[in-house]
């Protein structure tokens, strides 16, 4: 998550609460690889639905 965040693709907003809590968002860059994996998980729907 760190790279992640460190690349830009997400943004973390840590929370100074009792429990911790951290959220973790898609920035716009990170958001131009959503149609990318939906058509990975097109895919893998297709072609490996059989090897389960």
Do not use: F, H, Q
Request: glycine share 6%; with cysteine; charged share 25%.
């Amino acid at each position: 998550m760190r790279e992640l965040e460190r690349d830009g693709i997400i943004l973390r907003t840590a929370y100074a609460e009792s429990p911790p809590r951290v959220e973790y968002k898609l920035t716009e860059l990170g958001l131009t690889l959503v149609p990318i994996i939906d058509l990975i998980n097109k895919w893998g729907n297709t072609y490996c639905v059989n090897s389960k």
